[in-house]
């Protein structure tokens, strides 16, 4: 027995560093110090099967103490506690007590090795052969009560092989394997078959309540999956198109043929295989090494595994066991700039490549650093200009490019110069006061104004062209602007004036404004020195040199606007010549007349604001005129003056047109 037991546990210490999928196989997590028997589910994810009282020795509470307690004496195989159940019970031949729990779930057709650490109590008056463990997917997850009979089930190990376990003083540690033909997450350890097949013998050292019983220690619980094929010590930091080998160990080389292929597979990011990527192949059934290459469009990642998988015999193998580090490295870094940039701008860098996890270097002129994506630098002056360097790194990959950046000068800075605070109707002028050579200036403003010129005249100006101009100076795509605020004041209403000419000598002239504006001052200029500061006037007892024009101005905040009549003064020998029929008329009338000479006489109609709205020449037959005149096509409805005019006199008629 010696020599089995140190058998086992140099094959227990080469697999002790293997994935357990039992979390709690030595017993040495619990929630509290057990304190009597038929405490199992104090240790951490460990159940009885049924009603049958397995139990939990650990701390030192009489009866469950370690390492003397109810059951003999005995240290544990691992850390302080172990467990213990009857596999065989004289008194009640159906009997048994098991150990249960859960585990991570198994893969289905996948080889497992299953062993424990097993001694039997000092206090058992029995021993058996029956010690097995049953795996089930499909059961109970809580203790079943109203039982306490052996598990009909075959267990999938069965460690009669070993014969029974004899030993009370040493552990015996037992190894099995098999394949899972299901995802099996929970185990039962225990005696199983019936009284017949448990092989019972009794030890003659029993004691107690077990000197009736094969009762036995349990510590150590270990389940792990044989890699049939193993795969060895890869580089598990990555590049895309990166290629590299992986190792790999045949365990059982016998169960693959010559025209096997071994495939080896790569998972997701979060080490999934649900869809994974076939990487490299090889055509063998022995040992070897399969060189493979990282897919070049791949999610960047740290949780990527690998696996093999074999065609000549639906294996699969267990993944590499450690996370492997996947980056990407740019085919292009899609440098961006605003480049050239202007002096004070803001420059704009960044790079089109930006897979996630990747962290960025930015270094540049005039110790410019960065660590982001984008990267910005305002107010730029020449000291900016010059070669920029992006370094990406996207978990181990390293991908890097450069983009000069030229920084232009700006243009000397405009000076506009203006005529402000104009009239209404006056001209606009705008200037620059230094232009440069090779710089180009543009002025814009209101209305969609545009001119292309250093200077710019906006002639007959309204209200509506006031508002900022604006001079840009233009030199290599830089700008410089300065500003014109053009204010623009309205001129007063043209003014509409009448007078009660023609007058006779002596007659007062009236002048009248018809339209007066409250804040407009008015001035009245006329003959024979004339002047008047008022909208109204009267020129008492009228002489000839009264007669002339008569020139009326508008004054508004410094803007005029003007307007004129003519005023005629006549003599009473002067009004008996002619005869004009009838009046008031529809602009069509007779004109009669007996004249001494046979000369041609001008007519020339003026209406009431004394301006001149047609002329004709009348002839002289025979010292007669005797002339209708049709002139419905110039004459309005209103009053109108007639002026015959010959070479020694004027004489002067009034008439009223309605139309």
């Known amino acids: 027995m010696h020599k089995l037991f140190g058998f086992l546990f140099l094959l227990f210490c080469g697999v002790a560093n293997a994935q357990n999928l039992v979390t709690n196989g030595s017993f040495e997590a619990y929630t509290s110090c057990p304190n009597n028997l ?10 009885m099967y049924h009603d049958g009282t397995s139990d939990y020795f650990n701390c030192t509470t009489v009866p469950v103490a370690t390492p003397a307690n109810w059951a003999g004496y005995q240290a544990a195989a691992q850390g302080t506690a172990y467990m213990g159940c009857i596999t ?17 779930p198994m893969v289905k057709g996948a080889k497992y090795e299953v062993s424990m650490s097993v001694s039997l109590a000092n206090n058992s008056g029995y021993y058996s052969n029956n010690l097995g463990v049953w795996f089930y997917d499909n059961g109970p997850s809580a203790t079943i009560s109203g ?44 005696g199983y078959g019936n009284a017949t097949s448990a092989f019972q013998v009794a030890t003659n050292h029993g004691n107690g309540t077990i000197d009736n019983s094969a009762y036995y220690l349990i510590d150590d619980i270990v389940v792990r999956r044989i890699n049939e094929i193993e795969i060895l010590n890869i580089d598990t930091t990555l590049c895309n198109k990166e290629a590299f080998t992986v190792p790999y160990k045949l365990n059982y080389p016998q169960l693959f043929t010559p025209s096997n292929t071994f495939t080896v597979q790569l998972s997701d990011n979060t080490g999934s295989f649900n869809a994974p990527v076939s990487i490299g192949s090889i055509t063998a059934n022995t040992s070897g090494t399969i060189s493979c290459i990282i897919p070049a469009i791949i999610t960047p990642g740290n949780k990527y595994r690998i696996r093999i998988v074999a065609s000549n015999q639906p294996i699969t193998s267990a993944d590499n066991g450690r996370d492997i580090v ?75 490019d450069s983009i000069t ?151 508004l905040n410094g803007c005029i606007n003007s307007n004129t009549l003519s005023v005629d003064v006549y003599t009473k020998e002067t009004t008996d010549k002619f005869t004009i029929y009838p009046s008031p008329n529809d602009g069509s009338f007779l004109i009669k007349c007996n004249y001494a000479a046979n000369d041609n006489i001008a007519l020339n109609i003026f209406n009431s604001l004394g301006r001149l709205v047609h002329t004709t020449t009348l002839t002289v037959i025979n010292h007669q005129i005797n002339t209708t005149l049709n002139l419905k096509a110039y004459l309005a409805s209103g009053e109108y003056t007639l002026h015959f005019v010959t070479v020694n006199n004027e004489s ?4 009223v047109v309605l139309r």
């Open 38 to 47: 038929a405490q199992i589910s104090y240790s951490n994810g460990w159940r």
């Open 88 to 104: 065989y019970s004289a008194g009640n031949t159906y009997y048994r007590e098991y150990i249960a729990g859960a585990m991570t």
């Open 147 to 190: 039982n306490v009979s052996f598990i009909p089930q075959l267990p999938q190990i069965d460690y009669r092989k070993y014969g029974a376990v004899t030993d009370t003083t040493l552990w015996v540690r037992l190894t099995d394997t098999f394949t899972a033909d299901s995802a099996y997450d929970n185990l039962v350890i225990g």
């Open 326 to 400: 996947i980056g990407v490295l740019a085919d292009s870094m899609k440098l961006q700039a605003n480049n050239p940039v202007c002096e004070t701008a803001t420059l704009n860098l960044s790079t089109g490549f930006y897979p996630v996890g990747t962290m960025y270097t930015w270094l540049g002129p005039n110790s410019f650093n960065a660590s982001t994506q984008t990267a910005t630098i305002n107010n730029v002056a020449q000291i900016n200009a010059g070669k920029y360097i992006v370094t990406a790194n996207n978990y181990g990959c390293v991908s890097k």
């Open 405 to 555: 950046i030229i920084v232009n000068p700006l243009p000397a800075k405009p000076i506009a110069t203006f005529n402000n605070n104009i009239c209404e109707g006056d001209s606009l002028k705008l200037a620059v006061s230094n232009t440069a050579a090779g710089t180009t200036y543009t002025w814009t403003g209101p209305n969609g104004y545009v001119n292309n010129n250093t200077t710019a005249t906006l002639p007959n100006t309204a209200t509506n062209n006031a508002g900022r101009y604006t001079i840009t100076a233009i030199l290599n795509n830089c700008t410089q602007y300065d500003t014109a605020n053009i204010s623009i004041k309205p001129k007063p209403l043209l003014p509409e004036i009448s007078s009660n000419s023609p007058v006779l000598i002596g007659e007062d002239i009236v002048l009248s404004l018809n339209n007066s504006q409250s804040g407009v001052s008015y001035t009245w200029k006329g003959p024979a020195s004339f002047s008047l500061s008022a909208a109204n006037g009267i020129i008492n007892n009228a002489a000839l040199d009264n007669k002339g024009p008569y020139t009326i101005m508008a004054i």
């Open 652 to 655: 002067v008629y009034k008439i």
